[in-house]
């Protein structure tokens, strides 16, 4: 299935921003991928076979080439992919960790579909990794903040050498994210990992589903108010 370039990438007239890369990517999450999952789903048996797998893989993949176009934003704006794009729902904001969810919602997510122990001690493990690697990045992302505002006061501001930062930071919080999805599809594996994926991708669809953002807009206080 044709994906569209991610942002900065292939011929001048192909380029697209991010926000226009997210609309498709999320129109092509919702149709096809989606059906064809829960299709492969209500005619599996329970066993890993072809159709299940081909489905599940290719949810998997559309993840895998978010986070790739993610790395490609911020490497030409990382300051508005750390922020939080224009791309975003005002739903997802408080999801978001340096770009996109947060890595613990991953395992989160997985805990809703009453896993097997096997399954468990897997997300356990997973989540040790992620409360190790999380503080480094948040650390780093400090740190610079840090550095930034000294040698502002101080006259000799880097900015450059900040958006590297930055840059670095985005990718590191990617990288975590692609890793942590790995790992979880692999531990689940077949069925589990199928259910999983389609887990994820409903609740990204919910944070841009019309009538949720409805709901959203209505529960928030009006001007003045």
Same mark, same amino acid.
Request: aromatic fraction near 8%.
């Given at each position: 299935?044709?994906?569209?370039?991610?942002?900065?990438?292939?011929?001048? #007239?192909?380029?697209?921003?991010?926000?226009?890369?997210?609309?498709?990517?999320?129109?092509?999450?919702?149709?096809?991928?989606?059906?064809?999952?829960?299709?492969?789903?209500?005619?599996?048996?329970?066993?890993?076979?072809?159709?299940?797998?081909?489905?599940?893989?290719?949810?998997?993949?559309?993840?895998?080439?978010?986070?790739?176009?993610?790395?490609? !934003?911020?490497?030409?704006?990382?300051?508005?992919?750390?922020?939080? #794009?224009?791309?975003?729902?005002?739903?997802?904001?408080?999801?978001?960790?340096?770009?996109?969810?947060?890595?613990?919602?991953?395992?989160?997510?997985?805990?809703?579909?009453?896993?097997?122990?096997?399954?468990?001690?897997?997300?356990?493990?997973?989540?040790?990794?992620?409360?190790?690697?999380?503080?480094?990045?948040?650390?780093?992302?400090?740190?610079?903040?840090?550095?930034?505002? !000294?040698?502002?006061?101080?006259?000799?501001?880097?900015?450059?050498?900040?958006? #590297?930062?930055?840059?670095?930071?985005?990718?590191?919080?990617?990288?975590?994210?692609? #890793?942590?999805?790995?790992?979880?599809?692999?531990?689940?594996?077949?069925?589990?990992?199928?259910?999983?994926?389609?887990?994820?991708?409903?609740?990204?669809?919910?944070?841009?589903?019309?009538?949720?953002?409805?709901?959203?807009?209505?529960?928030?206080?009006?001007?003045?108010?």
């Amino acid at each position: 299935m044709p994906r569209p370039p991610p942002p900065g990438r292939g011929a001048p #007239g192909a380029r697209r921003p991010m926000r226009d890369f997210f609309a498709v990517w999320l129109a092509t999450l919702r149709s096809p991928l989606l059906p064809l999952l829960r299709r492969a789903l209500s005619s599996s048996s329970g066993s890993w076979d072809d159709p299940l797998s081909s489905a599940a893989a290719a949810v998997e993949a559309h993840f895998q080439a978010h986070w790739s176009a993610l790395d490609a !934003a911020a490497r030409q704006d990382p300051a508005r992919v750390v922020a939080a #794009g224009d791309w975003r729902s005002p739903l997802e904001l408080p999801f978001l960790w340096f770009g996109d969810v947060h890595p613990s919602l991953l395992t989160s997510l997985l805990r809703t579909l009453s896993p097997s122990p096997r399954l468990l001690a897997a997300a356990d493990r997973v989540d040790r990794r992620i409360r190790a690697a999380v503080p480094n990045v948040s650390d780093r992302f400090r740190r610079a903040q840090e550095a930034f505002v !000294a040698a502002e006061v101080a006259g000799t501001a880097d900015v450059e050498a900040f958006l #590297g930062e930055l840059k670095t930071v985005a990718l590191e919080a990617n990288r975590l994210r692609r #890793g942590v999805l790995s790992e979880l599809v692999a531990a689940a594996g077949g069925y589990q990992a199928a259910l999983y994926l389609e887990a994820l991708s409903r609740f990204v669809l919910s944070m841009h589903d019309p009538e949720v953002l409805r709901r959203f807009d209505q529960c928030r206080p009006s001007p003045g108010s």
